[in-house]
């Protein structure tokens, strides 16, 4: 296919994919459960955090994860203190525990007493052309209270070379104004244009076999070069392709 060819297949594909259906499937619908910004922020990001092996047992977690919340996030972790601590004591997600999840809640708090929000804490260090290194100054205002370092590696560095999937997925949900119905949206403060595609096994493996991708690694470096290619095919939303690439790969087989 020419440049022109593969924008037109890739375009259909996101028509295909990019719509409610979608949601049935995908780990999305725990924060589609919500509508206040903060609930839908706070359970966006908890979920996107355990997003990583069966899609099922996430969103089976996720559901269990809001339930143990009492179905109101931004409630629960504004008033959330130790007392509530033995109360998440059996939630487990692969290596994310209980005392991962104790953390991020009081990190969570802190961000929000403290920092204005999730959303102001990564629009006052987007970059010019990415957000990788809001990602980055995140990590470090998130971690600013003490906490086990085992803990750490649930949450991404670009700067580290990581491809960071879980939370350009995150931010893809909260930032891309998506009238079909998936994406949120609701943070107004960030251009889509700055997104990067959450770059996965599968997603990864489409966008080698279409040339948008020649880097064997799923890294950070691999990112820039996929995100460098999507933004020649749509500089104000290339993170749309996301759907395109996913979809292909998990539902097609391609």
């Given at each position: 296919?020419?440049?022109?060819?593969?924008?037109?297949?890739?375009?259909?594909?996101?028509?295909?994919?990019?719509?409610p259906?979608?949601?049935?499937?995908?780990?999305?619908?725990?924060?589609?459960?919500?509508?206040?910004?903060?609930?839908?922020e706070i359970?966006?990001?908890?979920?996107?955090?355990?997003?990583w092996?069966?899609?099922?047992?996430?969103?089976?977690?996720?559901?269990?994860?809001?339930?143990?919340?009492?179905?109101?996030?931004?409630?629960?972790?504004?008033?959330?203190?130790?007392?509530?601590?033995?109360?998440?004591?059996?939630?487990?997600?692969?290596?994310?525990?209980?005392?991962?999840?104790?953390?991020?809640?009081?990190?969570?708090?802190?961000?929000?007493?403290?920092?204005?929000?999730?959303?102001?804490?990564?629009?006052?260090?987007?970059?010019?052309?990415?957000?990788?290194?809001?990602?980055?100054?995140?990590?470090?205002?998130?971690?600013?209270?003490?906490?086990?370092?085992?803990?750490?590696?649930?949450?991404?560095?670009?700067?580290?070379?990581?491809?960071?999937?879980?939370?350009?997925?995150?931010?893809?949900?909260?930032?891309?104004?998506?009238?079909?119905?998936?994406?949120?949206?609701?943070?107004?403060?960030?251009?889509?244009?700055?997104?990067?595609?959450?770059?996965?096994?599968?997603?990864?493996?489409?966008?080698?076999?279409?040339?948008?991708?020649?880097?064997?690694?799923n890294?950070?470096?691999?990112?820039?070069?996929?995100?460098?290619n999507?933004?020649?095919?749509?500089?104000?939303?290339?993170?749309?392709?996301?759907?395109a690439?996913?979809?292909?790969?998990?539902?097609?087989?391609?």
């Amino acid at each position: 296919m020419n440049k022109n060819e593969l924008k037109s297949f890739l375009d259909e594909k996101v028509r295909m994919y990019n719509n409610p259906n979608f949601i049935e499937t995908d780990p999305i619908q725990i924060p589609h459960l919500f509508s206040k910004k903060e609930d839908i922020e706070i359970a966006g990001f908890l979920v996107a955090t355990i997003a990583w092996g069966n899609r099922k047992s996430i969103i089976n977690n996720g559901q269990r994860l809001m339930e143990m919340m009492e179905g109101a996030p931004f409630d629960f972790v504004m008033n959330f203190s130790e007392k509530e601590a033995a109360s998440l004591s059996t939630f487990v997600h692969r290596t994310f525990n209980s005392y991962d999840l104790v953390y991020f809640l009081r990190a969570l708090q802190n961000i929000y007493r403290n920092h204005g929000g999730l959303e102001r804490v990564f629009a006052k260090n987007a970059g010019a052309d990415s957000m990788q290194a809001a990602i980055h100054h995140f990590k470090k205002t998130f971690f600013e209270l003490p906490h086990a370092t085992r803990t750490e590696k649930h949450v991404s560095d670009p700067l580290k070379n990581s491809a960071a999937k879980r939370i350009n997925m995150f931010l893809r949900w909260m930032v891309r104004r998506d009238t079909a119905g998936v994406d949120f949206g609701i943070w107004k403060s960030i251009p889509p244009a700055l997104l990067s595609c959450p770059l996965d096994v599968h997603s990864g493996n489409v966008a080698r076999k279409l040339k948008l991708l020649t880097r064997k690694q799923n890294d950070a470096k691999s990112l820039l070069e996929l995100d460098t290619n999507l933004r020649k095919m749509d500089a104000a939303d290339p993170v749309k392709y996301d759907f395109a690439l996913f979809g292909l790969g998990v539902f097609e087989g391609f």
